[in-house]
């Protein structure tokens, strides 16, 4: 049965009657990582990977959620005080708190979901469920009044103040606006963004999940995002968006090497976004994928999220012939993204999973990925 035939039965079944189904897109990142909460650009699709979730309203001032993947109903009210123990409860719980402290109009309501994002590989599963209640929630009982922009920062203040992550706007915003055949560039600081269409002719996108799971929770994430902080703060910006590396250099000394190094990747994956894009306009999938191994090797070498199986995986890639390859996420863990030729793929797929599985006892996942729509009713 396909997903969204698995939630309608499961909703009748609880429920009794029929709802409303919505769904919100996983992401990926082909380039510009960690560079959304430095103010810089970042450049993501939405996937054909989804949370999807059927809603109806209840009449009552009551929450109650199903949740098929992980098996378990959760019943909560809608005051700051009612916050649910289950972590995966609070994203749902901090979606409506965060539309209700905006003004909006949030009611009980049943919900049963499920999704087919891969759980702790990167692709932002956290902000496809925030994404996928806060259009449907708007949908609802907001007559769609909630632009697009605010529900993206809904989905990022919920991660903020109900599950410890103090993350930027990219998984949010990709999972919100997201458009078959297209990737988007977006200026973190100003919020413009701009579609560029992306049909890489004779060439595959693919993600290798190491099957490392990370947890970003009072994780390393946070010490990162604190080393980009004093280092803008000792050059007098507000963000490392409008540092050079002169800029960085003329103040190597008066900051921790860690803190330096961190600065380091920031400020070179900014321009790495920007140098991407403009390929991509020219068809040039050679420079698209050198900055992609040159991102791998920052975010393993200076911004050190990287862990001994990514970089593993990125060196198979590297010896295949692949065009380009790098972690994608937050790091600790997860996938690599992969720029393949077509003629290359099959060859690539076949020793990546020999290798990985010599070394390490398992194969990695492979999930051939497809650029798609981000939230939406279904139905």
Request: charged share 30%.
């Amino acid at each position: 049965m396909e997903l969204k035939e698995i939630i309608r039965k499961e909703f009748k079944q609880r429920f009794g009657v029929e709802g409303t189904v919505y769904a919100s897109a996983g992401r990926i990142n082909l380039i510009g990582e960690h560079t959304d909460y430095n103010g810089g650009f970042v450049f993501p699709g939405a996937i054909d990977k989804v949370i999807m979730a059927e809603l109806r309203a209840n009449g009552t001032d009551k929450v109650k959620i199903f949740s098929i993947d992980i098996n378990e109903y959760v019943e909560f009210g809608l005051n700051e005080e009612d916050a649910p123990v289950a972590q995966w409860a609070r994203y749902i719980f901090g979606v409506c708190r965060e539309i209700i402290k905006r003004g909006g109009r949030v009611e009980g309501f049943d919900a049963v979901f499920a999704g087919n994002v891969p759980l702790g590989a990167g692709l932002s599963s956290s902000a496809a469920l925030e994404s996928c209640f806060a259009f449907a929630l708007n949908d609802m009982f907001n007559n769609g009044s909630i632009d697009k922009f605010e529900l993206a920062r809904i989905g990022q203040s919920t991660e903020h103040n109900y599950c410890g992550v103090n993350c930027g706007i990219m998984d949010q915003f990709a999972s919100v606006f997201g458009k078959k055949d297209h990737l988007m560039r977006l200026d973190c600081r100003s919020m413009e963004y701009e579609y560029f269409p992306f049909h890489p002719e004779g060439h595959k996108l693919v993600l290798l999940d190491s099957v490392v799971k990370h947890e970003l929770v009072d994780s390393p994430y946070n010490k990162r995002r604190e080393s980009c902080e004093r280092v803008a703060k000792r050059l007098g910006i507000e963000t490392l968006r409008d540092a050079t590396p002169e800029m960085l250099e003329s103040i190597k000394d008066d900051i921790s090497e860690e803190d330096y190094r961190r600065a380091k990747f920031v400020i070179g994956e900014k321009d790495r976004v920007l140098a991407v894009c403009d390929a991509l306009v020219k068809g040039d999938y050679e420079t698209v994928g050198r900055c992609m191994y040159e991102t791998h090797n920052g975010l393993s070498k200076e911004y050190e999220v990287s862990c001994e199986e990514l970089d593993y995986l990125n060196d198979i890639a590297k010896e295949c012939g692949v065009t380009g390859s790098r972690i994608m996420g937050g790091g600790f863990g997860g996938c690599t993204i992969n720029l393949v030729k077509d003629d290359l793929y099959d060859t690539f797929i076949e020793t990546a999973k020999k290798r990985f599985n010599e070394k390490y006892g398992h194969e990695p996942k492979v999930y051939d990925v497809i650029i798609s729509d981000g939230a939406r009713r279904v139905e």
